[in-house]
Nanobody, 122 residues
Framework: VQLQASGGGLVQEGGSLRLSCAAS?????????IGWFRQAPGKEREGVSCLSSHDGTIYYADSVKGRFTISRDNAENTFYLQMNSLKPEDTAVYYC???????????????WGQGTQVTVSS
């Protein structure tokens, strides 16, 4: 499994970005859970959101509820993280990963993609 996160960049506070997570070498199966994580310099990796392919269950970290939306495009074999009302504290490298069950606990995720940098200026 090879995952690639993309769509990061530099944006002003209050702006929006949409991150994409594309898979190569396999097709998402019915039980896959996709998670978005982020890691800021000097901080631990933080679970941001996850989506169950099985039943559509979604989790969000409290820090992003109401601002971020996770979604999936089955036809494109791609997952997305729409990020609105961005804040400087959202600045981090964002990663997508696959897990066998719904959780925001990073150690439960098996396959990790390369990250994409998101920088929010004040």
């Amino acid at each position: 499994v090879q995952l690639q996160a993309s769509g990061g960049g530099l944006v002003q506070e209050g702006g929006s970005l949409r991150l994409s997570c594309a898979a190569s070498g396999f097709t998402w199966n019915a039980d896959d859970v996709i998670g978005w994580f982020r890691q800021a310099p000097g901080k631990e990796r933080e679970g941001v959101s996850c989506l169950s392919s099985h039943d559509g269950t979604i989790y969000y970290a409290d820090s992003v509820k109401g601002r971020f939306t996770i979604s999936r495009d089955n036809a494109e074999n791609t997952f997305y993280l729409q990020m609105n009302s961005l804040k400087p504290e959202d600045t981090a490298v964002y990663y997508c990963a696959v897990a066998p069950f719904v959780t925001l606990y990073a150690d439960s995720y098996i396959d990790w993609g390369q990250g994409t940098q998101v920088t929010v200026s004040s």
